[in-house]
Structures are given as C-alpha cells and as structure tokens.
C-alpha cells in the first residue's frame, strides 16, 4: 500500500509538472481522464456498498477526489469536467433502479470512451486519436472475454462494449 502511495504521488506531481510544460493541457488531460472515471467508480460502487472506499481514489484525475466526492454527494455532478458530471448522474440513476453498480460502470466506460475521444479529435492529433482506437478495442476484447467467462448473453456484452475503437461493437 505504501508503495502503490508513493507512486501515485509521484504521478500526480508529474502530470502536473507535465500540464505545465504542454503546449495545450488537453494533450495531459486525455492521459488523466481516466484517474477521473475510476475515481467516480469509486464512489458509485462505495454507495451500492454503503461503505466508504475514497482510500482507493486517485489524485492523478482532473478533478481532486474531495472535490468529485463533494460534487456527487451535494448533488453537483454538473459542475465536474467534460461529460464526467452527466455521466456519474446518469450512472446514479441507473445504480439507483438496479442496484448493480456493473451496469453504472457500463454507463462510465462508454462516457469515458466518448469524452477521451472528443479530447483526441478537439486535438487534430492522429496519434491520440489511434491511441483512444486502441484503448477502445482492448477495453472490448476484455469485456468480450470477461462476458464468456461470466456465461452472460449477448445483451450483456452489447451493454459493456464502448464506441470509439477500430472494430465497431455491432462486429
């Protein structure tokens, strides 16, 4: 724990040495958004739980923890970043008629999948743009396996597979 501590701090204090030095901090931020959807994860699954969890939250996002936990819990979500605001209100939402804080994980990932790739096209950047592609297909092909393993239908992969990569979902 302590090494995965000193880690996490060295990353933060490098993105945002990084953020600094960037022509444009979008570039930095399509490599922290993810730190955000984990972060509201987090939180989501800390609520089906009913315990606390923000030990397993990240610095290394846009938005400091404190201030995302403070944003869902007052019901402030618009406030957050991107489309991260809308998204964890609409994965509440969906936690909060389910119960099943996997289906409010599908809503992040397809939420992250989408603002990471409106990031790398705001940026004209081929590279970014291949890379959110490739985050995209291995995110699907982990899903594809993981709903196999689980026995689950074709229903349920359709729900975990996101948008944005070089093989299109319906494949």
Same mark, same amino acid.
């Given at each position: 724990r302590?090494?995965d501590?000193?880690?996490?701090?060295?990353r933060?204090?490098?993105?945002?040495?990084?953020?600094?030095?960037?022509?444009?901090?979008?570039?930095?931020?399509v490599?922290?958004?993810?730190?955000?959807?984990?972060?509201?994860?987090?939180?989501?699954?800390?609520?089906?739980?009913?315990?606390?969890?923000?030990?397993?939250?990240?610095?290394?996002?846009?938005?400091?923890?404190?201030?995302?936990?403070?944003a869902?819990?007052?019901?402030?979500?618009?406030?957050?970043?991107?489309?991260?605001?809308?998204?964890?209100?609409?994965?509440?939402?969906? %936690? =909060?008629? *389910?119960? !099943?804080?996997?289906? &409010?994980?599908?809503? #992040?990932?397809?939420a992250?999948? @989408?603002?990471?790739?409106?990031?790398?096209?705001?940026?004209?950047?081929?590279?970014?743009?291949?890379?959110?592609?490739? %985050? =995209?297909? *291995?995110? !699907?092909?982990?899903? &594809?396996?993981?709903? #196999?393993?689980?026995?689950?239908? @074709?229903?349920?992969?359709?729900?975990?597979?996101?948008?944005?990569?070089?093989?299109?979902?319906?494949?």
């Amino acid at each position: 724990r302590e090494i995965d501590q000193a880690l996490a701090a060295h990353r933060d204090t490098v993105f945002k040495e990084l953020a600094g030095l960037a022509p444009n901090e979008t570039i930095v931020d399509v490599f922290r958004i993810k730190y955000d959807y984990h972060n509201a994860k987090v939180i989501l699954k800390a609520e089906a739980m009913n315990s606390d969890e923000s030990g397993l939250m990240s610095g290394s996002g846009r938005v400091a923890p404190q201030a995302m936990l403070a944003a869902y819990n007052e019901d402030r979500c618009r406030d957050l970043p991107g489309g991260l605001g809308a998204a964890m209100e609409e994965a509440k939402g969906v %936690l =909060a008629r *389910s119960a !099943n804080p996997q289906l &409010a994980d599908f809503v #992040l990932d397809k939420a992250y999948f @989408a603002e990471l790739a409106g990031l790398a096209e705001a940026l004209d950047s081929e590279f970014l743009t291949g890379y959110v592609a490739i %985050l =995209a297909d *291995s995110t !699907n092909l982990k899903s &594809a396996v993981r709903t #196999l393993r689980m026995g689950k239908d @074709a229903d349920f992969m359709r729900q975990a597979l996101v948008p944005g990569g070089n093989v299109s979902p319906a494949r």
